[in-house]
């Protein structure tokens, strides 16, 4: 098994910044992807970013030239960092990791708690 542990969340104005963290522990040879998934109130989960084992990114057109994934392998950890915040940000952030996918789409195996991350205007 995999588990993953978020941290980094908080309450922030609008225009600030704010770096997520995502440590992951267990089996983590058969993680492939690692990702970054965001639910408000009332809306359905989204897929804000993700990155592969080789380094590939792909971003909601929602958070393009704001947010940064990137993972460390040698923590076992993977970081979003969020830039010039929104109030339509404002979300529980759920890290996710993939061990393998169907068609174009990860499967995405592997769930964090979530992280809350509140942007004031």
């Keep these: 098994q995999v ?15 704010l ?18 998934y965001r639910q408000a109130p009332g809306k359905q989960r989204e897929l804000v970013a993700f990155i592969t084992s080789s ?18 392998n040698a923590k076992n950890t993977v970081y979003l960092q969020m830039n010039s915040l929104k109030p339509e940000d404002t ?9 393998r996918r169907t068609g174009i ?7 964090g708690q979530g992280t809350q991350v509140t942007v004031s205007s």
């Design 55 to 72: 380094g590939s990114t792909n971003y909601a057109d929602s958070v393009k030239g704001r947010f940064t994934i990137s993972r460390d």
């Design 19 to 36: 770096r997520l963290s995502c440590a992951a522990s267990g089996i983590i040879f058969r993680i492939n992807t690692m990702g970054w």
């Design 91 to 99: 979300a529980a952030y759920y890290c996710a990791a993939a061990v």
């Design 105 to 111: 789409n990860w499967d995405w195996d592997y769930w």
């Design 3 to 17: 588990q993953l542990v978020e941290s980094g969340g908080g309450l922030v104005q609008a225009g600030g910044s």
